[in-house]
C-alpha cells in the first residue's frame, strides 16, 4: 500500500493505518472511507483520539493549506460511518446465505466450519459466549463490540445476539471492517482465546 503522512503525528505509514479526509466545497471536513473522493486529501491515524486531536487543534486548516472547518462531531460522526460499513457487510453476508444468526444456528456454524467470524452482542450473556467461544476453529475472529440494534439491522430481525459469518470473501471484507473499527476505537478484535 502506498504511505502517508498523518497530519497529528507527522508520522509516514501504510493508508491502511490512516483514514483518509477531503475538503468540501463549503470549506468543511469529509470523511473518505472509500477514498475515492475527488480532490486533494489529508491523513489521520485511525485512532478516535487523533482524530479528535485534529479537529480540536484545527489542523485540517494546515493539511489542505486554507481555511477549514472540522465538525467538533467528527470523530463520533467516524465511528458512526465505521460502525454503518459493517451492518452493511453483515447484511450482504446474510443475503448470501454466508451468515447465521441466533445460538442454535451459531452453534450448528460452528460444529460444521469453518466460520471466520464470530459476533456476539456488548453485553451478551457471559455462559452462552463462553460455549460459542469453545466451539470457534483457530482461525476465527471474535467480536463483541457491536450493539444490538446494529446486528438487529443486519439481519432484519429482532433481539439478535449472537451471528456466525462462514470464511469467504465477505467475511474477509467483514474482518477488514471490524478491525477498522477496532483500531479506531481501541477495541478487542481477537483470534479465538480459550
Not at 491502511?16 to 473522493?37: H, S, W
Not at 452482542?121 to 460455549?131: E, H, L, P
Not at 477488514?176 to 477495541?187: D, I, K, T, W
Request: proline share 4%; glycine share 8%.
Amino acid at each position: 500500500m502506498p504511505e502517508r503522512m498523518c497530519i497529528v503525528t507527522r508520522e509516514v505509514m501504510d493508508e491502511a493505518a490512516l483514514l483518509r479526509f477531503v475538503a468540501a466545497p463549503d470549506g468543511t471536513v469529509v470523511p473518505d472511507l472509500k477514498r475515492n473522493l475527488p480532490g486533494r486529501g489529508v491523513w489521520v491515524s485511525l485512532d478516535r483520539a487523533k482524530l479528535a486531536e485534529a479537529t480540536s487543534k484545527n489542523l485540517f486548516s494546515r493539511g489542505f493549506a486554507c481555511k477549514m472547518q472540522a465538525d467538533p462531531e467528527l470523530p463520533d460522526r467516524l465511528a458512526r460511518l465505521l460502525r454503518a460499513d459493517i451492518v452493511s457487510c453483515l447484511s450482504l453476508a446474510r443475503k448470501a446465505g454466508e451468515a447465521v444468526s441466533g445460538f442454535m444456528k451459531v452453534e450448528e456454524a460452528l460444529k460444521r466450519g469453518p466460520v471466520r467470524v464470530l459476533l456476539h452482542v456488548a453485553d451478551a450473556g457471559d455462559d452462552g459466549v463462553r460455549k460459542l467461544n469453545r466451539l470457534a476453529g483457530e482461525n476465527a475472529r471474535i467480536c463483541s463490540f457491536m450493539t444490538m440494534a446494529e446486528l438487529d439491522l443486519a439481519f432484519a430481525r429482532a433481539n439478535v445476539v449472537h451471528a456466525a459469518v462462514a470464511a469467504g470473501g465477505l467475511a474477509e471484507k467483514l474482518v477488514f471492517h471490524l478491525g477498522r473499527l477496532a483500531a479506531y476505537e481501541g477495541l478487542p478484535f481477537t483470534s479465538k482465546t480459550n
